[in-house]
């Protein structure tokens, strides 16, 4: 995790070719740290019930992670320079 935005959202080093590659061939992804994980990426916030953790590529073309209204850095315990993974799903 390269930063924490003023929402709460967490921005990647991870751009979005390399989670288009590992997506290649129609194969989900899943963004995981430690055990815990979100499974495929999201378009738009609404695409998941509130509170819920998501992934998206965002409009710098980074893989970000948040919180459907409310701050990921709080409800996932990530921050600033928490390793991120992104990994075929199934």
């Given at each position: ?34 055990a815990a994980f979100i499974d495929g990426l999201v378009d ?47």
């Amino acid at each position: 995790v390269l930063l924490e935005d003023r929402f709460g959202n967490l921005i990647t080093n991870i751009p979005r070719r390399l989670v288009d590659l590992v997506g290649s061939g129609g194969r989900s992804v899943r963004v995981r740290l430690g055990a815990a994980f979100i499974d495929g990426l999201v378009d738009t916030f609404g695409d998941v019930e509130p509170g819920r953790a998501l992934a998206y590529v965002g409009s710098g073309d980074q893989l970000e992670i948040a919180v459907n209204g409310g701050r990921a850095s709080e409800l996932l315990r990530w921050q600033v320079d928490t390793p991120v993974r992104v990994e075929p799903s199934g």
